[in-house]
């Protein structure tokens, strides 16, 4: 489902949940008793390290000397399904590896009799080079024969570059741009090939994009489909495409880290990795992370923590079942849209707080936020034979945002002064359930091999926003001294949305020869969607799509594969009518060339990729009448993008990225036809590089160099942003189990903004952070 989210400027910040939203707050605040100081999360995750570091290394020594002796021979269906050899421990045992490619006790050999596995999905990725993707096909296929553009961003790369927030991703992955997340919240908004994605994946499953955020301590890597992804997903990603965070899973090892980093403007973060083999079968990991800050502003302030816990049971005959948990809680001072969206944007202040500070008027208080979420994911995966697999899997998300913001009108000022309105007591929650079947198998059908997926799957989503009250305001822009009158206004109506999604899917990738495969897939959704203002229906529709999508790959040589595809998605649109008017689905239809090359076998990998993207049945904003919405337009995008990843050398380490993208208004009745679609730069690039010295053990030194074009700043097209190169520097030393890494952010202190997203209409622009650096120091056992 997709939903119209209309800015504060309209009197809605999110669309009212049908439980527990409201002036009255009768939300049962689930996250209460999990609410703690940052302090003393980090002293507890510090203790619960270290009591489990000796006993680890206790249990890993005995396990080693247990099996040094035993040697395991792989099945060659692992082997040949995933594209990649087993590795053997210098000749002997191979040994389990963690995410961030620690060696631990020995894998538990096979009883014998034991089902073999036709496929390792998810176990290829190895130092930046990744060849496979859980969530693009779920089938294990290596990415090379799948007709698509695919990038998977490793947890070393993550590691390396010093992430510690979503939107940092992005930055190496061409065609794919962070947008301004919802006043700060870390629930970032991206947008895929010229076209804003508000809704992501978490594990396979819708992560709501508002105020559902996350914390990369518990991400393992990340997975970004390119186009519209409705023949698996539905309305998910249904335009330009999605990016998946996927979890940190319990291993068959004991390992741990504990991290401590300390950075400009009051960083300071503590993070805990702790992974514990029970048994043979059963295994659990738990990640955390606590950090506090401030910022470059003048205003804001931010606390948080995250617990990840998970449990894996497998019964090596086929059999697994994991469990992941994790619960985020943030609390800010300010609740940041950033600096207005006016044409004179490069003279305003980087470092004032546009917005209500605490203070300025007696017995009122200032700009805040402060976040819960809860996800809950089961997975569970049964071999019903050599070639087939039955996988059931399920999640529930819960996300709530209690805030009170201050948000420009408009982008037009009057002289220096600017009309903002001020919404307080703002409460917003968010319920998704999801729950999927599906069956995966390899068959024949002649001399022509199959992989096939066919499956069911359910969701359902409600947002809603409720209890807050709209007043206004006049700030000078150039002035900080100055602010008119608080002028109190009448509480807002209560809005709620919510979409339940019935699909059936099926997709058949089919080796014709060794050199030329066929990829097929079909998915049929079946949506029913409601939105009430006041308890007042105000829009409902019950829509059936099919989403199709038809692939080719061609490999002529070894390590080359030409391949074209040609999807078509839909997403259902949700908004106030007015009339109680059902509005038409939205459409994506694309197509798409390109080839995948290996520069350097199974070491540094290419993707090239030219794409023709149409967009229709956009929801827009009513031009007579802010709280309504209408269906109107067309939009197209049309690029190139170039992806290269991988290792150079054994002791090098390089991505680089290329795209070039034009989207553009096709036709409209609301904004001008031409007009080019706002935050998306013609011409971007990046590269990011690691060395490790031969000469000094241990010792590693990066650089990346980023260069965004200029962009439009709003659509209507009325200025632009300009164009910037940032770069950013790390280096790194490792001895035994201690590593101490320094990552510094704008080198060159640059000075730059992120355009606008959905939930600032752009209306706002937000300004980079100056010239930043953290160090890390981190102990593994």
């Known amino acids: 489902m997709k939903t119209q989210q209309r800015p504060p400027r309209a009197g809605v910040v999110g669309m009212r949940a049908p439980v527990a939203c409201g002036a009255d707050d009768r939300d049962p605040k689930p996250l209460t008793r999990f609410r703690t100081a940052p302090l003393q999360l980090a002293i507890a995750m510090l203790c619960a390290g270290c009591l489990a570091a000796p006993e680890a290394r206790a249990a890993e020594s005995a396990s080693t000397a247990s099996t040094a002796s035993s040697t395991l021979t792989p099945s060659p269906d692992v082997t040949q399904a995933s594209g990649v050899e087993a590795p053997a421990a210098h000749g002997a045992t191979p040994t389990a590896q963690d995410a961030h490619g620690h060696a631990g006790s020995p894998a538990p050999a096979l009883a014998e009799g034991t089902m073999p596995v036709i496929s390792v999905i998810g176990s290829s990725v190895s130092s930046y080079v990744a060849t496979t993707s859980d969530s693009t096909t779920r089938t294990g296929v290596p990415l090379k024969d799948y007709a698509a553009s695919v990038q998977v961003v490793p947890s070393e790369v993550l590691r390396d570059r010093g992430v510690t927030r979503i939107d940092q991703i992005a930055d190496n992955v061409s065609g794919v741009h962070a947008e301004a997340s919802y006043g700060g919240n870390g629930a970032t908004f991206f947008n895929i090939r010229g076209f804003s994605e508000s809704n992501g994946l978490r594990d396979g499953f819708r992560n709501y994009g508002y105020y559902a955020f996350r914390d990369v301590q518990n991400i393992d890597r990340v997975e970004i489909f390119k186009g519209p ?324 790959v061609w490999q002529p040589v070894s390590g080359t594969s030409l391949f074209t595809d040609w999807s078509r998605s839909y997403a259902p649109n949700v908004g106030h009518s007015g009339s109680n008017a059902t509005y038409a689905a939205e459409v994506a239809e694309q197509f798409e060339v390109g080839v995948k090359q290996d520069l350097v076998k199974d070491r540094l990998t290419a993707n090239l990729a030219l794409f023709n993207l149409n967009r229709n049945h956009i929801l827009t904003t009513d031009p007579t009448n802010p709280l309504l919405e209408v269906l109107t337009g067309k939009q197209r995008s049309q690029g190139v993008e170039l992806d290269i990843a991988g290792n150079l050398t054994p002791r090098w380490k390089a991505i680089f990225t290329y795209a070039y993208t034009l989207a553009k208004v096709t036709s409209d009745t609301t904004f001008p036809v031409g007009d080019v679609l706002s935050n998306v730069p013609r011409h971007s690039a990046s590269l990011w590089t690691v060395y490790q010295l031969q000469s000094v053990p241990g010792l590693q030194v990066g650089a990346g160099v980023y260069y965004v074009g200029p962009r439009e700043a709003t659509l209507p097209n009325t200025f632009k942003l300009a164009g910037y190169v940032r770069t950013d520097a790390m280096a790194s030393y490792q001895r035994g189990p201690w590593k101490t890494q320094l990552n510094i952010f704008n080198l060159f202190n640059r000075k730059y903004y992120t355009g606008g997203s959905a939930a600032t209409f752009d209306y706002t622009l937000m300004p980079s952070p100056p010239l930043s650096a953290q160090v890390t120091v981190s102990y593994a056992f």
Request: proline share 4%.
């Open 229 to 552: 992804a409705g023949a698996l997903y539905g309305g998910v990603g249904a335009v330009g495409g999605y990016i998946d965070t996927v979890s940190k899973r319990p291993e068959p090892d004991n390992f741990g880290e504990i991290g401590v980093t300390a950075g400009s403007y009051g960083l300071v973060r503590t993070t805990v990795d702790v992974n514990r083999a029970l048994n043979d079968e059963l295994s659990i990991r738990l990640n955390g992370a606590a950090e506090s800050n401030s910022t470059f502003q003048d205003n804001g302030g931010y606390k948080s923590w995250s617990i990840a816990p998970a449990i894996s049971w497998d019964n090596h005959h086929g059999t697994s079942l994991t469990l992941l948990s994790e619960f985020n809680h943030s609390n800010r001072d300010g609740f940041d849209f950033g600096v207005p969206a006016v044409p004179n944007y490069q003279a305003l202040s980087r470092t004032r707080y546009y917005g209500l500070q605490s203070g300025v008027y007696p017995g009122v208080d200032g700009d805040y936020g402060r976040n819960d979420t809860v996800a809950e994911t089961l997975l569970f995966e049964h071999a019903l034979s050599s070639n087939w697999k039955l996988r059931l899997a399920g999640q529930y998300s819960y996300a709530r945002q209690r805030s009170t913001q201050s948000f420009p009108d408009s982008t037009t000022a009057t002289g220096n002064l600017l009309d903002y309105s001020v919404y307080s007591g703002a409460n917003e929650v968010s319920r998704q359930y999801g729950a999927r079947a599906e069956l995966a198998g390899d068959f024949f059908t002649g001399s022509l091999k199959h992989s096939l997926l066919a499956g069911v799957d359910y969701g359902y989503l409600e947002v809603g926003s409720g209890g807050s009250q709209v007043s206004s305001m006049t700030l000078d822009l150039f002035n900080p001294g100055y602010v008119s009158g608080l002028t109190p206004g009448d509480p807002l109506p209560g809005h709620q949305g919510r979409g339940a999604d019935y699909g059936v899917y099926v997709q058949d990738l089919v080796d014709i020869t060794r050199q030329v495969k066929l990829q097929l897939g079909l998915r049929a959704d079946r949506f029913i969607n409601r939105a009430d203002e006041s308890g007042e229906e105000t829009g409902r529709g019950q829509q059936t799509a099919f989403s199709p999508r038809v692939g080719l």
